[in-house]
């Protein structure tokens, strides 16, 4: 487009002059229209050699700024790796369920840990913590979790480096995980049971939501059972009336599948989710206080 644009402005200049020499004008207003189109072709040619100076700059700068990039990426490549040595890959953690991971690096190194506390290795998951390196460029960390540690180690004048630590639970730490565990299920059943003497029926039939997240713990008839894509939802009466008869109707979702069935007496263990609402055959919609709770926590009575 700029060779084009200078082209023309070359042949209206030389047209205009040959014109203006070798035929000369009628009148003086072919003599201004011919001096008028010279004067343009000169514009043109002016712009098109602008023109053609600025895109030669700009190409020269970005063939310069993409040469220091490469360079500067190759010097990368080339700068010797900070030292980073863990003094094992892989560790199991004590009976208590932690263990100290141990290493060196070089004084001065900015060192970071980081790790997937879920598992399911997505990024919003994994936390950062910096780890303390020693004058002596030593360093050491407890960990508790069961799952890959990654460290990073960077400093200046050096290209980072970065080590996995794999870190499994011991038997003895397994025990001890479920031993505590089953402890704080306890402490939760006995605060459930607790709660169900200090909120009766009357307090979540009026509103259950404020109680929500409340550990529970009821005993009393199921009488309905619904299982539905590995769910079940149960209806049971826990006001024994007598003489076989129970009242006040709670909603229990089981996150699975259990055996009780309707009719069976049960003592289940849960948390408050709040009103349950649903609709009744007849179309009336229902609302009664709703828990959730876990198979294991579904105990069959009779």
């Known amino acids: 487009m700029l060779i084009i644009l200078g082209i023309l402005g070359f042949l209206m200049i030389v047209g205009s002059l040959l014109l203006l020499i070798f035929k000369k004008p009628e009148n003086n207003y072919k003599k201004s229209l011919l001096i008028s189109i ?3 072709g000169i514009i043109f040619f002016f712009i098109s050699a602008t023109l053609r ?3 030669s700059h700009v190409a020269t700068t970005t063939d310069t700024a993409a040469t220091q990039t490469e360079t500067e990426v190759e010097e990368e490549k080339q700068l010797p790796k900070v030292e980073l040595t863990i003094d094992k890959t892989e560790y199991e953690t004590d009976e208590n369920a932690d ?3 141990t290493g060196k690096t070089e004084p001065g190194t900015l060192l970071t840990m980081s790790f997937d506390l879920i598992g399911l290795g997505n990024k919003e998951d994994m936390l950062t913590q910096d780890i303390p390196v020693n004058d002596d460029g030593t360093f050491s960390v407890d960990v508790y979790w069961e ?3 990654i460290f990073y180690a960077s400093k200046e004048g050096k290209a980072d480096n970065e080590v996995t630590v794999s870190v499994k639970h011991s038997q003895a730490a397994k025990d001890y995980l479920k ?3 089953e402890a704080e299920k306890q402490k939760l059943i006995k605060q459930g049971k607790e709660n169900a003497k200090n909120i009766s029926y009357n307090h979540l039939k009026k509103n259950a939501d404020p109680y929500t997240g409340e550990p529970y713990f009821i005993k009393g008839q199921v009488i309905q059972a619904l299982e539905e894509n590995e ?6 009466n826990i006001t024994n009336k007598g003489y076989g008869f129970y009242d006040d109707t709670m909603a229990v979702l089981v996150n699975g599948t259990t055996e009780a069935l309707e009719d069976d007496i049960v003592e289940v263990f849960g948390t408050i989710t709040g009103n349950f609402s649903y609709e009744s055959t007849i179309g009336a919609n229902i609302t009664i206080p709703g828990m959730s709770a876990e198979p294991s926590d579904v105990k069959i009575v009779k």
Do not use: C, F
């Open 38 to 40: 010279g004067i343009l």
């Open 53 to 55: 100076d600025t895109s």
């Open 99 to 101: 263990v100290t991971i």
């Open 147 to 149: 799952t890959n540690y």
């Open 179 to 181: 031993q505590q565990e």
């Open 231 to 236: 769910t079940t939802l149960l209806r049971v």
